[in-house]
């Protein structure tokens, strides 16, 4: 497996694989990884000959106050997983690889409009920016033929493969699905930073996503019947505080009207502090995909 430090080794390793007739999938990761992420590289297997793993804590999606600091890091057991997963290529770059002039020096920036504005980008309004940016540098560089991304970030899988056709970058946007825990969490890099009590208490996220679902299926149909389930569900984990809970259109995420005539996006995020007490509070996102009718 090789490491590519730089933006010019990573660009003649993708030119020498395509040279060589060999399709690559790209895996963009910001590290700390888990079995989640080792999912998307499974994926990326069953796509392509070659899986190109980068990874990158992007300063440009964090905003002041944000975890940018804190955000877990670890270089050498994520580079052990890559290899044990069959990795050809890991591309980790210093910061100025990927922003030569400084993460707020650049006079470019990629914003996808209008699906950026819901959910996560109304309490993080410069958080798509730098996701598209930092993915469209990544995509211009590998020009791989598939790239994967988790379906755990929803409105980033929408974001990239509207950037992606948008800008004809001729690049296959693929969503994997949500890799949870044996008791239905979501896998986050983040989950490291709650303590045990605050992890069963983020347990709410997946049982309200299960209460909608299992509403749906026996009949509800009304929005505001299955917001108010999803919402009581997560109230009675005692320090969760809803950030939100909203049915989207799964494509456009437009707000879903008062009754469900089709599939709709069940989005949550919500914050929970690391331990009790604790002034540092843990964002956490989750959402499913609801199906009247299945």
Same mark, same amino acid.
């Given at each position: 497996?090789?490491?590519?430090?730089?933006?010019?080794?990573?660009?003649?390793?993708?030119?020498? $694989?395509?040279?060589?007739?060999?399709?690559?999938?790209?895996?963009?990761?910001?590290?700390?990884?888990?079995?989640?992420?080792?999912?998307?590289?499974?994926?990326?297997?069953?796509?392509?000959?070659?899986?190109?793993?980068?990874?990158?804590?992007?300063?440009?999606?964090?905003?002041?106050?944000?975890?940018?600091?804190?955000?877990?890091?670890?270089? $050498?057991?994520?580079?052990?997983?890559?290899?044990?997963?069959?990795?050809?290529?890991?591309?980790?770059?210093?910061?100025?690889?990927?922003?030569?002039?400084?993460?707020?020096?650049?006079?470019?920036?990629?914003?996808? $409009?209008?699906?950026?504005?819901?959910?996560?980008?109304?309490?993080?309004?410069?958080?798509?920016?730098?996701?598209?940016?930092?993915?469209?540098?990544?995509?211009?560089?590998?020009?791989?033929?598939?790239?994967?991304?988790?379906?755990?970030?929803?409105?980033?899988?929408?974001?990239?493969?509207?950037?992606?056709?948008?800008?004809?970058?001729?690049?296959?946007?693929?969503?994997?699905?949500?890799?949870?825990?044996?008791?239905?969490?979501?896998?986050?890099?983040?989950?490291?930073?709650?303590?045990?009590?605050?992890?069963?208490?983020?347990?709410?996220?997946?049982?309200?996503?299960?209460?909608? #679902?299992?509403?749906?299926?026996?009949? $509800?149909?009304?929005?505001?019947?299955?917001?108010?389930?999803?919402?009581?569900?997560?109230?009675?984990?005692?320090?969760?505080?809803?950030?939100?809970?909203?049915?989207?259109?799964? #494509?456009?995420? #437009?707000?879903?009207?008062?009754?469900?005539?089709?599939?709709?996006?069940?989005?949550?995020?919500?914050?929970?502090?690391?331990?009790?007490?604790?002034?540092?509070?843990?964002?956490?996102?989750?959402?499913?995909?609801?199906?009247?009718?299945?």
């Amino acid at each position: 497996m090789k490491l590519l430090r730089s933006v010019d080794e990573l660009r003649a390793y993708s030119d020498a $694989e395509r040279a060589a007739g060999r399709r690559i999938a790209l895996v963009p990761t910001m590290g700390a990884l888990h079995a989640g992420h080792l999912s998307l590289v499974a994926e990326g297997h069953r796509h392509a000959d070659t899986v190109v793993v980068t990874i990158f804590v992007n300063p440009t999606q964090f905003a002041p106050g944000e975890d940018f600091d804190a955000y877990p890091r670890g270089l $050498e057991a994520d580079l052990a997983q890559c290899r044990a997963a069959g990795v050809a290529a890991v591309f980790a770059p210093p910061p100025d690889e990927m922003y030569p002039d400084g993460p707020e020096g650049g006079k470019t920036w990629v914003a996808v $409009e209008d699906i950026t504005a819901p959910l996560c980008g109304a309490s993080r309004p410069t958080f798509f920016r730098g996701v598209a940016t930092v993915v469209t540098k990544l995509l211009v560089v590998a020009r791989p033929d598939v790239a994967v991304f988790g379906e755990k970030d929803y409105q980033q899988l929408q974001v990239v493969k509207r950037l992606a056709r948008d800008l004809l970058l001729g690049v296959e946007i693929l969503g994997a699905p949500i890799h949870r825990e044996e008791d239905g969490l979501a896998m986050s890099s983040r989950n490291v930073y709650l303590d045990a009590g605050m992890r069963a208490e983020a347990l709410v996220l997946s049982r309200a996503l299960d209460a909608a #679902e299992a509403a749906v299926r026996h009949g $509800e149909r009304s929005r505001d019947a299955l917001l108010e389930r999803a919402t009581k569900e997560i109230a009675t984990a005692s320090h969760a505080a809803i950030d939100y809970v909203e049915l989207r259109d799964p #494509e456009s995420l #437009e707000p879903v009207g008062g009754t469900l005539e089709g599939p709709a996006l069940l989005a949550l995020a919500v914050h929970f502090p690391q331990r009790v007490g604790a002034d540092e509070v843990v964002r956490l996102i989750d959402n499913r995909v609801l199906r009247p009718g299945v």
